[in-house]
C-alpha cells in the first residue's frame, strides 16, 4: 500500500521546502483562474436555455445582459484586489468577515464559499464530460463513470502537490485561452463578411409585447442569474494569496486583473458569435460546440476545439482543488472545522481538504447524473453571497481606517456590494425552485456544523488544561490497580505480569472457566509461578467471557471510587494474516466495551511469534 501511495503522489518533502512551492503569476493564473476561465463554455448557453421559455425572438437580450455582467464583473474585480492588498493571509471573505463583521457572518460566507467550491467541481467535470459526449455520443451511457474518473484523476495530482499540478494544468489552460480567441477572431471576421445573421434587434422590437407581464421581467432576471455563473472562480485567487511568490499580494492582484480581461473578453466575444450565428440550445450538443461548428466547419479544428474545452472544463474543477483545502485549513485553524484538515500531507499540501472535496464532489456527480443543467441552479447563490459578505467587511474595514479612506475605493465597493447583494436576492427567487432551496438550506445547516466542532473544541480544551491544583492531585495519586485477563498460564501471560510488577503493587489475574473442574488445575499452576499475585477465577455456565469479565470489572469499579484502573491484555501476534483467523479476538472486542469507561486504562502488551 505504501509502495503504491509513493507511486500515485510520490515522495514526501520536508517542511522546509514549502517556501519553494510558491507559484509564479503565470502559473497561478491557471491553477486559480481555470474556473473563472472555463464558464465562458456554458454561461452563455445558460443565459440562452433561460430565454427560451420566451421563444427564440428574444435571443437579442443575451448581448445587454452579458453587458450587465461584465459591469458586474469589474466592480468585483476591483473590490476584490483591495481585499488581496488588505488580507495578504488569504482566506478572502470568509478572514475579512471575521475580522469586521463578526463570527457569524464569517461563518456564513466560509460555507457558502465551501459550497460553491464543491459545485465548481461537480459543474465542471459536468460541463466537461458533456462537451465530450457532444463531439462522441456514443460515450453518453457513461458519462456518470467518466465524470468520476476524472475527479479521482484531479485529486491524485493534486495530492502531488502545489508546483507540480500547476506545471500540469498550466499548458491546457493556455490552450484554452489561446483556442477561445481564435475562435472570436475567425468567428468575428466571418460575421463580418457573411453579414449578421442570427439574433437581431428588430426581432428584439418584435417581440416587445411579451415585455407587458412581470413573467418576462422574472425570465430576464433569470438569465442574468444564470449568466452570472460566469463569475464563480474569481474569488480564488484572494483565497490562496500565499500561494504566489513575494510579493504575494502584488502578484495576486496583476494575476486577478490578468484574469478579468481574458474571462470578459472571451464571454462576451461567445456570446456575440452565439447571437450572431443564431445558436440555439440543443440537447446533447452545447452552444459553444455549435459555435465551433460554424467556424470550423466538420474539420479537425472543430475536434481538438471540442478537445481543448473539455480539457479545461475538467481542469477548471482545479480551482476548488487549490482554493478549498486552503480556505477549510483557515476555518479549521479557527477551530470550526476538524484539525485534520489544518495539516500538511507529505506533498505540503491539505492532503485531507483535497480528499473531503473529492469525495463530496462525487456525490453531487453520481446524485445529478452528471447533468450540468440540474447542477448549474444550484451554483452562484454561494458565491454572490459571499461576495456580499466580502465587500461589505471591506467597506467597514476602509470605513474605519482613515489611510484607506478615498472616495473611489468607497464608492467601488460600495457599488459592488449593492450590486451582488442584488444579485444574490435575483439569483435565490429566479432559481428557488429550480432547486437553489437545498443551497439556502445546507449554509445554515453548515454553520450550525461549525458552531458544533467549534464548541467540541472549547469543551476539550477547558477539559484537557492543566493547572497547577490538578497537576498536585495527579502527582499525588496512587498506582493504578492492575487486571490481567488470562486464559492460561503461558510465555504471553509471563510477559505481561512482568509489565505489571513495574507499574503497580496491586495486581489481579481473572479467568473464566466454563467447566469448574477447570478451576483447581489452573490454580496450582498459577501459584506455582506467582503465589503472591491473587488469582480470581469465575463460572460461567453458559459458556460465555464477556459478560463475566464486564461484570467483574464493573465491580472493581465501583470500589475504586474514581481511582485508575489499568486493563493489560496479553495478546499474541501472528505472523501471517490468516493466522488471526484461527484464533479468538477476544482482547480486541473487550476494548471495544471497555474504551468508553472514563477511569478505566485498557492496554494491551503484544507477543510476537516467530512463526
Given at each position: ?58 435571443f437579442f437580450y443575451s448581448l445587454p445582459i452579458a453587458v450587465a455582467i461584465l459591469v458586474l464583473l469589474l466592480l468585483v474585480t476591483l473590490s476584490y484586489r483591495q481585499i488581496i492588498y488588505a488580507f495578504p493571509s488569504g482566506g478572502g471573505a470568509y478572514v475579512v468577515a471575521r475580522d469586521h463583521l ?357 469543551k476539550l480544551g477547558e477539559q484537557l488544561k492543566l493547572d497547577e491544583p490538578e497537576w498536585a492531585r495527579r502527582e499525588k495519586m496512587l498506582k493504578p490497580k492492575v487486571i490481567i485477563p488470562i486464559s492460561g498460564v503461558s510465555k504471553v501471560v509471563a510477559q505481561s505480569v512482568q509489565y505489571a510488577r ?110
Amino acid at each position: 500500500m505504501a509502495s503504491l501511495k509513493r507511486w500515485l503522489i510520490g515522495s514526501p518533502m520536508e517542511t522546509k521546502r514549502l517556501k519553494h512551492e510558491k507559484l509564479p503569476k503565470w502559473k497561478a493564473l491557471a491553477v486559480f483562474s481555470s474556473d473563472a476561465l472555463s464558464s465562458v463554455a456554458y454561461a452563455t448557453e445558460e443565459i440562452l436555455l433561460v430565454l427560451m421559455l420566451l421563444g427564440t425572438s428574444v435571443f437579442f437580450y443575451s448581448l445587454p445582459i452579458a453587458v450587465a455582467i461584465l459591469v458586474l464583473l469589474l466592480l468585483v474585480t476591483l473590490s476584490y484586489r483591495q481585499i488581496i492588498y488588505a488580507f495578504p493571509s488569504g482566506g478572502g471573505a470568509y478572514v475579512v468577515a471575521r475580522d469586521h463583521l463578526g463570527t457569524a457572518t464569517s461563518l456564513v460566507a466560509g460555507a457558502a464559499l465551501m459550497i460553491d467550491y464543491i459545485l465548481t467541481v461537480a459543474v465542471s467535470i459536468s460541463s466537461g464530460v458533456a462537451a465530450l459526449t457532444s463531439a462522441f455520443p456514443s460515450l453518453l451511457p457513461w458519462k456518470v463513470q467518466i465524470g468520476v474518473a476524472l475527479v479521482l484523476l484531479l485529486m491524485i495530482l493534486n495530492l502531488r502537490g502545489i508546483t507540480e499540478s500547476a506545471t500540469v494544468f498550466a499548458y491546457p489552460t493556455y490552450l484554452f485561452i489561446i483556442s477561445v480567441l481564435v475562435l472570436i477572431a475567425v468567428g468575428g471576421w466571418q460575421l463580418w463578411h457573411e453579414g449578421w445573421h442570427g439574433f437581431n434587434y428588430k426581432e428584439h422590437a418584435s417581440a416587445a409585447h411579451f415585455f407587458a407581464s412581470g413573467y418576462s421581467v422574472f425570465i430576464l432576471l433569470r438569465a442574468f442569474a444564470s449568466g452570472c455563473s460566469a463569475m464563480t472562480g474569481i474569488e480564488a485567487i484572494s483565497n490562496g494569496v500565499p500561494a504566489f511568490r513575494p510579493n504575494s499580494s502584488k502578484n495576486a492582484a496583476i494575476t486577478m486583473g490578468w484574469m478579468s480581461v481574458l474571462l470578459g473578453t472571451m464571454f462576451l466575444g461567445i456570446t456575440v458569435l452565439a447571437a450572431g450565428f443564431g445558436v440555439t440550445p440543443l440537447e446533447h450538443k452545447t452552444v459553444i460546440s455549435q459555435i465551433g461548428h460554424h467556424v470550423f466547419g466538420n474539420s479537425i479544428f472543430f475536434y481538438l476545439f471540442q478537445m481543448i474545452t473539455m480539457l479545461i472544463l475538467v481542469l477548471a474543477a482545479n480551482t476548488s482543488f487549490a482554493g478549498f483545502p486552503q480556505l477549510a485549513s483557515i476555518i479549521a485553524n479557527d477551530r470550526f472545522l476538524p484539525r485534520s484538515l489544518a495539516a500538511r500531507g507529505d506533498r505540503l499540501v491539505f492532503s485531507n481538504g483535497i480528499i473531503l472535496l473529492s469525495i463530496l464532489a462525487i456525490v453531487l456527480i453520481v446524485t445529478f447524473h452528471g447533468e450540468t443543467h440540474s447542477l448549474i441552479p444550484l451554483y452562484a447563490v454561494g458565491v454572490f453571497l459571499s461576495f456580499t459578505i466580502g465587500q461589505s467587511g471591506m467597506l467597514k474595514k476602509i470605513w474605519k481606517d482613515k489611510e484607506m479612506r478615498r472616495a473611489t475605493t468607497i464608492l467601488t465597493i460600495g457599488a459592488g456590494t449593492i450590486v451582488t447583494g442584488l444579485v444574490t436576492i435575483i439569483t435565490v427567487v429566479a432559481k428557488f425552485t429550480q432547486g437553489a432551496w437545498l443551497v439556502i438550506v445546507a449554509i445554515p445547516l453548515l454553520v450550525w456544523m461549525f458552531y458544533r466542532i467549534h464548541d467540541h473544541y472549547e469543551k476539550l480544551g477547558e477539559q484537557l488544561k492543566l493547572d497547577e491544583p490538578e497537576w498536585a492531585r495527579r502527582e499525588k495519586m496512587l498506582k493504578p490497580k492492575v487486571i490481567i485477563p488470562i486464559s492460561g498460564v503461558s510465555k504471553v501471560v509471563a510477559q505481561s505480569v512482568q509489565y505489571a510488577r513495574s507499574t503497580s503493587n496491586d495486581i489481579t489475574a481473572i479467568s473464566v472457566i466454563f467447566y469448574e473442574e477447570e478451576e483447581q488445575k489452573l490454580r496450582e499452576k498459577w501459584e506455582k509461578f506467582y503465589p503472591d499475585i491473587p488469582l480470581q477465577v469465575i463460572y460461567s455456565p453458559y459458556r460465555t467471557i464477556l459478560s463475566p469479565i464486564l461484570d467483574y470489572i464493573n465491580e472493581v469499579e465501583k470500589q475504586a471510587n474514581g481511582s485508575p484502573i489499568t486493563i493489560l491484555m496479553p495478546q499474541f501476534i501472528v505472523k501471517k494474516w490468516w493466522h488471526t483467523l484461527l484464533h479468538n479476538q477476544t482482547a480486541i472486542i473487550l476494548r471495544f466495551f471497555l474504551i468508553m469507561k472514563k477511569d478505566i486504562v485498557i492496554a494491551t502488551l503484544p507477543y510476537h511469534l516467530r512463526e
